[in-house]
């Protein structure tokens, strides 16, 4: 299952406060060229506690693989060798959810709102015997 989002904007919160910090990729100065560097102040000055400002708001495109699921099945035939007296079938299989997400918004999941948690990522074996 695939699921996508084109447009729109997203206010990431989860980076205003790596700036509290500042822990935030941005407001670290090593390596920058001395043009680019900033002082602190500018950094805490976006922070600016839990008021919103436009620094922090990204684009919402994302695109999603939320689920994909395999499965093989061996018949009795191809069970022959070793349970084929006992087995009709066997399916063996993996189930993964939100396997992957593609997006260039910087924080956890572009669908996780202001306090949401981001989607988790599971993996899931299954085993099917039929007698």
Same mark, same amino acid.
């Given at each position: 299952?695939?699921?996508? /989002?084109?447009?729109?904007? @997203?206010?990431?919160?989860?980076? /205003?406060?790596?700036? %509290?910090?500042?822990?935030?990729?941005?407001?670290? /100065?090593?390596? +920058?060229?001395?043009?680019?560097? +900033?002082?602190?102040?500018?950094? $805490?000055?976006?922070? =600016?506690?839990?008021?919103?400002? $436009?620094?922090?708001?990204? +684009?919402?495109?994302?695109?999603?693989? !939320?689920?994909?699921?395999?499965?093989?099945?061996?018949? %009795? %035939?191809? *069970?022959?060798?070793?349970? #084929?007296?006992?087995?009709?079938?066997? $399916?063996? #299989?993996?189930? #993964? !959810?939100?396997? *992957?997400? *593609?997006? =260039?918004? !910087? #924080?956890? =999941?572009?669908?996780?709102?202001?306090?949401?948690?981001?989607?988790? %990522?599971?993996?899931?074996?299954? @085993?099917?015997?039929?007698?």
């Amino acid at each position: 299952m695939i699921d996508a /989002q084109i447009g729109g904007d @997203i206010y990431n919160e989860t980076w /205003q406060w790596g700036l %509290r910090e500042m822990r935030a990729v941005e407001a670290d /100065q090593f390596g +920058k060229p001395e043009e680019l560097k +900033k002082p602190a102040l500018y950094y $805490s000055t976006l922070y =600016d506690v839990n008021s919103t400002n $436009s620094h922090f708001v990204e +684009k919402a495109t994302y695109w999603k693989w !939320r689920e994909l699921a395999v499965t093989y099945t061996f018949d %009795r %035939r191809a *069970l022959s060798g070793l349970f #084929g007296r006992f087995l009709e079938k066997l $399916s063996i #299989g993996a189930v #993964g !959810r939100n396997v *992957l997400t *593609l997006t =260039d918004y !910087r #924080g956890y =999941d572009p669908e996780a709102g202001t306090f949401g948690y981001p989607n988790f %990522r599971t993996l899931a074996g299954v @085993i099917e015997f039929e007698f």
